[in-house]
């Protein structure tokens, strides 16, 4: 089963940026979708961004159009979300996920923090 490993979390002001990264360990991903999910505390995890692996085309929830970037590199088999004009709502942990088309289920990177101060 392919593994996910995000990096990149941290405390940033509003306003500012972070750019988080999530790498695979399997090399399988013609026809994936890679995403990222977040979990902000006392909430239920919610969809952030996702990239059809092969083609290339993107989706966004509507609270971060506009603000967020979700991109890969498919030689290094990873894949980045730059998030620009954060928000204090911005804060949660961010979740790497992947999982074939077709499938429902995700696998789940371990999670990063995002902190945005006001």
């Known amino acids: 089963q392919v593994q996910l490993v995000e990096s990149g979390g941290g405390l940033v002001q509003a306003g500012g940026s972070l750019r988080l990264s999530c790498a695979a360990s399997?090399?399988?991903?013609?026809?994936?979708?890679r995403g990222w999910f977040r979990q902000a505390s006392g909430k239920e995890r919610e969809f952030v961004a996702a990239?059809?692996?092969?083609?290339?085309?993107?989706n966004y929830a509507d609270s971060v159009k506009g603000r967020f970037t979700i991109s890969r590199d498919i030689a290094k088999n990873t894949v980045y979300l730059q998030m620009d004009s954060l928000k204090p709502e911005d804060t949660a942990v961010y979740y790497c996920?992947?999982?074939?088309?077709?499938?429902?289920?995700?696998?789940w990177g371990q999670g990063t923090q995002v902190t945005v101060s006001s």
């Open positions: 996920a992947a999982r074939p088309l077709g499938v429902v289920g995700w696998t």
């Open positions: 990239i059809n692996w092969s083609g290339g085309s993107t």
């Open positions: 399997a090399r399988t991903f013609g026809q994936y979708v």
